[in-house]
């Protein structure tokens, strides 16, 4: 059989929903066995030898008849959906399968579904820890493999379990993806399995590695076939070390690296050529317990593995770039034009009105744009780095043109402008600042109405009363009765033959000036440039004739209840006998 890498695993979920506790535990749980060789601490990574998930998994190995054959599991223990992100490559992503963390006493939430949307985007397979089993009233924590202690809980704890189960089971569903509790799951390659763990004490830890195990054995083996060439990785922290400059924090995906071999990288002027000074790796965890010399230099390093590099001239390398060993003079050029593509493939320059994005990593940037595009958000400019003073202006430019693009959505990134004329939205959850724009679009355009409804001429249909006719002229004076929609003054009236007959001055209830009449209503009006008895007639019907625009703002409008709109159309209908392109 052809040699097989491990596969690469990132963890994702919500914030607090236990990510960092659980890549803890995990470490923990394997340096526990150190009989078994502990495991490697690596840049960005944790790799989990075979010997160690024997050691790990050893019952459970033996119950499923799982064999491990492969080198072991490499954990990206930089938890959070943003470093998954800068695990992009030719527009899919790196990592191998993902463990998305639920907490299981409060379901799905923000980050969750953000993080959801990034794998199904990536087409990234994924299993679920229900985390915090822990904390389910009544739980005893006994040590016993899970489906034991979960047997061994009082009833009402159990049912407390499948309830967080079953809500979790049924927000997925929502979403329109089928799951299942590992032990109930009947199809693993047509259901999300989920595992209930705690990764404060360590329960259902051994049957997530189990089932992680099976899963990438049993389906992926071909994708994890290791080769024998030059390798390719990915950059997915920039660093600036003491004593040493910048260092590349680096996952490598396949092949192998070795100290003085010539890479290519990705920067924001451009790729660059340079070449690797020195490799470093950190301890083994077991051996880490003196803090001096923490980080050992290595010779080489072979995928799947996170490794730091120190290579001159590398100022301004983008997170989320590709890394291309080159030892081949021929295929340099070749190897610049792939990063080249990749760093222009995320940033947009145009000049659409849309808003402006400004991001830390490529990967993150192209995270925010998948969703920008998903909510029909227009992108005018895409770019790493933070907000400049041109970034402004081209939201200015925007703002003069649509008000709500003219913005600009910041992720992980500082603004250099002191006062900036447009609205900025900022901050380190990407659904947070998406969310955060289209709560303030909605509140804007709220308001935008607001002032518009209090200043458009509603529609209204009005019945001249018979026998309250006050004053015949100058102005006219008599009663009416609202029919539909709402009566306001300053409106010009129409006939049903869609002739404009006079304007209504004002309004009175009782003697008293009223703002406006609503359904059924009655009241007094006076009309100026009109005679009763000439053009207007006792019991006849009548209409208000907003402008053109304003009747087309009325019946496009989403937020204009439907009556008005209704009589908005019957009006137009009327008018367009006299006047034929009113409202278009």
């Keep these: 059989m052809s040699a097989i890498r491990q596969p690469i695993i990132v963890v994702l979920g919500h914030v607090d929903a236990g990510k960092t506790s659980l890549l803890d535990k995990l470490r923990g749980t394997a340096v526990q066995r150190r009989e078994a060789g502990g495991i490697t601490q690596q840049i960005g990574a944790s790799f989990f030898p075979k010997d160690v998930l024997k050691a790990i998994c050893a019952d459970l190995l033996d119950k499923y008849k799982i064999d491990v054959e492969i080198p072991g599991l490499l954990f990206i223990d930089t938890p959070g959906h943003e470093a998954f992100s800068n695990l992009r490559f030719r527009g899919g992503s790196a990592a191998d399968i993902a463990i998305l963390v639920i907490d299981i006493t409060k379901g799905l939430e923000a980050q969750t579904f953000e993080s959801i949307d990034i794998l199904r985007g990536r087409k990234v397979p994924f299993i679920i820890a229900l985390n915090k089993i822990d904390l389910l009233a009544g739980w005893i924590s ?41 032990y109930r799951a009947s199809n693993f390659t047509k259901q999300i399995v989920m595992v209930p763990i705690s990764a404060t004490t360590g329960e259902g830890i051994p049957e997530l590695l189990t089932i992680m195990l099976g899963l990438v054995q049993q389906y992926m083996k071909g994708k994890l076939k290791y080769e024998e060439t030059p390798a390719r990785g990915l950059v997915i922290e920039v660093k600036e070390e003491v004593g040493m400059g910048i260092v590349l924090n680096t996952i ?130 895409a770019d790493i780095g933070p907000v400049s003073k041109k970034d402004i202006t081209e939201a200015e430019m925007v703002k003069e043109k649509d008000v709500y693009l003219g913005v600009v ?39 935008q109405l607001h002032a518009s409804m209090e200043t458009v001429k509603l529609p209204a249909m009005i019945k001249v009363m018979k026998g309250y006719i006050f004053r015949r002229s100058n102005p006219a004076v008599f009663g009416i009765t609202v029919l539909g929609g709402k009566l306001r003054s300053k409106v010009p009236l129409m006939n049903s033959a869609g002739e404009e007959v006079g304007m209504v001055e004002q309004i009175q209830v009782e003697g008293n000036p009223v703002a406006e009449l609503n359904l059924n209503e009655e009241a007094a009006i006076s009309v100026k440039g009109v005679t009763i008895g000439r053009q207007i007639k006792e019991d006849e019907i009548l209409y208000t004739l907003p402008n053109s625009a304003e009747a087309k703002f009325i019946l496009d409008s989403k937020s204009i209840p439907n009556d008005l709109q209704e009589l908005m159309k019957d009006i137009i209908s009327i008018r367009r006998k006299v006047q034929m392109l009113y409202a278009y």
């Design 142 to 182: 006994r040590s016993l493999t899970l489906e034991k202690d979960i047997s061994s809980q009082e009833k009402a704890t159990q049912d407390l379990l499948d309830n967080g189960i079953f809500s979790v089971m049924g927000q997925l569903s929502i979403i329109g993806l089928p799951s299942e509790v590992y």
């Design 409 to 447: 959505l910041a992720f992980n990134q500082k603004t250099l402008v002191e006062n900036p004329v447009v609205p900025i939205f900022s901050g380190d959850v990407i659904y947070g600042i998406i969310d955060s724009y289209i709560k303030w679009t909605e509140q804007k355009r709220a308001e």
């Design 252 to 381: 490598i995906l396949n092949g192998r690296i070795q100290v003085n071999d010539e890479i290519v990288v990705g920067t924001d002027h451009g790729p660059v050529l340079s070449h690797v000074k020195a490799l470093f790796m950190p301890k083994p965890l077991d051996e880490m317990r003196d803090p001096r010399d923490k980080f050992l230099p290595v010779k080489e390093i072979t995928a799947a593995a996170g490794v730091s590099i120190f290579a001159p001239d590398v100022q301004g390398v983008l997170a989320g770039t590709p890394l291309l060993v080159v030892r081949n003079q021929q295929i340099i050029d070749e190897a610049k034009n792939f990063i080249d593509n990749e760093v222009k493939r995320a940033i947009i320059k145009t000049d659409k009105v849309g808003v402006v994005v400004k991001s830390d990593t490529l990967g993150s940037l192209e995270a925010l744009l998948s969703q920008l595009e998903r909510k029909g958000i227009q992108v005018r400019m």
